[in-house]
């Protein structure tokens, strides 16, 4: 079968220099697939990138949430066929290093990852490991581009281990907000209380399972003390803001769990009561990217434990991935929440 040798893609040059241009479309090597891109989200690592943060090496393709159809698969590659509709794992890790042979593939000390370090999907076609290749069967391929960003709340899950039965407390309703909040639900948790500032975003947050959905204000900790006198089980954020992050333990029962998930500045620093900790057991926790988490994430996905279709809210082609990137700047992107790319 004759394979499309050029494509349309959209290439950062460097910090907010971005177009869409012709260039070659990649051919599988061995142990690679090759995927037509049927929709690719965007997300905040996409603007950290835009901004020229997280170190990318340019020319870049952007793009990590990837679904589509394998167009042609490299030798040697099994289990894969042209055909199949996949999500991607982002994440390519060298296998032999210190992280990697323990079990901490995302730390690997040769990390990359499409759509950051290597060519990503906001192209009409992409280019991965088959290792990195997920089989989605009939799922939708929107949803199904969904399988990145719900792979990482996946691991966020996993190092929580939300008690079951809990009562969970998370700050920021925006797309990962509330992908972290249905996980929640699905692990454990019996209720979740959503603080936003944003009307739209709790009414989704209600609509999507939260218990209660709160506007920040001056007297919160006193709602939140009323609401909930001994604490939450659970308490944590997608929101990166250092000012939040910084609150969480005062919300946390004894025993309690926080788990900090949104991505705050690399300089950002904020106080903890180290005796706080101490007192009342708490217990602190990150997570990053994901690892081996594509599978469950897809599971919600197909069982509809977790939905995705309301959180999306815009379509845009290739052409416009820009005006996504300066969603601020653009009227007709208010209220946005996730932004796909539809070659
Ligand atoms: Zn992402
Ligand atoms: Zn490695």
């Known amino acids: 079968m004759l394979k499309a040798e050029t494509m349309r893609a959209s290439v950062m040059s460097g910090p907010y220099a971005l177009e869409t241009l012709e260039v070659r479309a990649p051919q599988a090597s061995a142990g690679e697939v090759r995927v037509k891109v049927a929709a690719t989200g965007v997300c905040g690592t996409d603007l950290h990138l835009y901004g020229g943060h997280f170190d990318p090496i340019y020319p870049l393709i952007p793009g990590h949430e990837i679904a589509g159809i394998v167009d042609q698969v490299g030798a040697g590659v099994f289990d894969v066929n042209e055909g199949d509709a996949v999500a991607l794992d982002p994440v390519i890790t060298c296998g032999t290093c210190h992280h990697c042979q323990r079990g901490m593939r995302h730390h690997c000390v040769r990390f990359s990852a499409l759509g950051v370090s290597k060519a990503g999907g906001f192209a009409e076609y992409v280019v991965a490991p088959a290792t990195n290749v997920y089989k989605v069967g009939s799922m939708n391929l929107e949803v199904a581009a969904f399988a990145e960003p719900l792979g990482c709340v996946a691991w966020g899950i996993k190092r929580l281990q939300p008690p079951i039965a809990s009562k969970a407390l998370l700050f920021g309703a925006g797309p990962i ?5 249905q996980a929640m639900l699905a692990s454990g948790v019996a209720e979740v209380t959503v603080v936003e500032p944003n009307f739209e975003r709790r009414q989704l947050a209600l609509q999507l399972g939260a218990k209660l959905a709160l506007e920040p204000h001056g007297e919160l900790s006193t709602e939140l003390h009323d609401l909930s006198p001994y604490g939450f089980d ?27 998930y949104g991505v705050a500045p690399d300089d950002a620093r904020v106080e903890i009561s180290p005796y706080e900790v101490f007192r009342r057991d708490l217990t602190i926790l990150g997570s990053f990217s994901l690892l081996g988490t594509v599978p469950q994430a897809l599971e919600w ?37 996730k932004v796909l790319i539809v070659p």
């Not at 992050?245 to 926080?258: E, F, R, S, V």
């Open 234 to 260: 659970v308490v944590t954020e997608a929101t990166g803001a250092p000012k939040v992050i910084a609150a969480l333990p005062q919300y946390a029962t004894p025993g309690g769990k926080i788990l900090y």
């Open 177 to 181: 907000g509330l992908l972290l909040m």
């Open 301 to 337: 996905l197909a069982s509809g434990r977790v939905q995705v279709a309301p959180l999306i809210t815009h379509r845009l082609p290739i052409e416009q991935l820009k005006i996504a990137l300066e969603y601020k700047d653009h009227p007709g992107m208010n209220g946005s929440q």
